[in-house]
């Protein structure tokens, strides 16, 4: 008989697309949006992590020895929302200004809105910080 242990993983974030589910840099499954799934595992340290297109979680190691089950939570940080709310507003305001002045001052809204955008989507990329990978509370 095999000493089996079970890691729960919950994705409390809406998306459209399912989290990529890696224990011990193995992909072990998928979790939906809102779903709680387990994944069985033996006794002993392992290393979670959770990805989505393009999005990554930070690594958590879980000890299994001296529980039978772990509860994991993953969810997009509201700081991603943030600059993603920011990016959209700018990309609203350069389209604003494109019907009401010259065509160099739109270009450098334009250049603004992209460089602003891809600046704060590459920060909110960074491994462990696009998704919040913790252990749940009781």
Known sequence: MID?????????????????????????????????????????????????CPFSSQALDVDMDSNSSAM????????????????????AFSRFIHEFHTLMITQIFDILAISVGVWFVAIGLKAGESLALTVASD
């Open 4 to 52: 089996s242990r079970t890691i729960k993983i919950c994705f409390k974030t809406f998306s459209l697309v399912g989290l990529d589910v890696l224990i011990d840099g193995k992909k072990v499954g998928k979790v939906a949006s809102g779903e709680v799934k387990d994944f069985e595992v033996g006794s002993g340290q392992h290393t979670v992590r959770t990805k989505t």
């Open 72 to 91: 994991l939570e993953c969810t997009i940080p509201d700081r991603f929302w943030k600059r993603l709310l920011l990016v959209i507003v700018i990309g």
